[in-house]
Every structure is written in C-alpha cells, then in structure tokens.
Nanobody, 126 residues
C-alpha cells in the first residue's frame, strides 16, 4: 500500500510559479509511474502530467505544455510538478497518483492509477 502526500499549493497571482511535491511511502516508489491530476470547482478531475518510473518519459496535457514540468527523485521517493506562468484557469485541487503500470500512463480522469494523495489547493488570482 502506497501513501501519497502532496504539498506546495497556495494562493498566487497570474504569471507566478509554484512547485508541488508529492512524497510517497509504504511502497517501492521507483517502480511506479506517477501522475498529476487536477479538479477545478464543479468540474471533473482531469489529467495534467505523467512520468514513468525512471523519469525519462513524460507526457502533458496540452494546456500545460511549456509551462509545467513533472519530475521525480527516486532517492527521495518524491515527484514534483513545477508550474510556471500560472493562469487563473489553473486554479484547482491538484492530486498526485501512482500507477503500477510501466511507462507513462495517460488517462482522462485517473483510470489505471491505483493510489491517490489527498490533494493540495492551487489558487491563481488574476
């Protein structure tokens, strides 16, 4: 059983940056594909980014390409989401998730991800 704890959210202005972290425990972190998802108020949870177990494969939803970067440190059992040039439409609760599948896992609403964190709020004011 893997436990995931996100941190790093907050209230920022448009154009600012934030780095989210997700610390994992209770499993072999380096064997999991990791993903970030977000859920805006009144909307479904959606895919943001995914990174494979070794960190050399990533995938992003179109709306964050060039602004967000997903990375991982297997020695620290942590996955990160660096978010630059934030926009008000990035406002959401951000969740990290772990998948037992190998390779980048891209699913619209989190299907095929097995473990989830509790989420961290990101609010971007205009």
């Amino acid at each position: 059983q893997v436990q995931l704890v996100e941190s790093g959210g907050g209230l920022v202005q448009a154009g600012d940056s934030l780095r989210l972290s997700c610390a994992a425990s209770g499993g072999t972190f380096s064997t999991y594909t990791m993903g970030w998802f977000r859920q805006a108020p009144g909307k479904e949870r959606t895919f943001v980014a995914s990174i494979n177990w070794s960190g050399d494969g990533t995938f992003y939803t179109n709306s964050v390409k060039g602004r967000f970067t997903i990375s991982r440190d297997n020695a620290k059992n942590t996955v990160y989401l660096q978010m630059n040039s934030l926009k008000p439409e990035d406002t959401a609760v951000y969740y990290c998730a772990a998948s037992r599948l190998r390779g980048v896992v891209v699913t619209p609403n989190g299907e095929r991800y097995d473990y989830w964190g509790q989420g961290t709020q990101v609010t971007v004011s205009s």
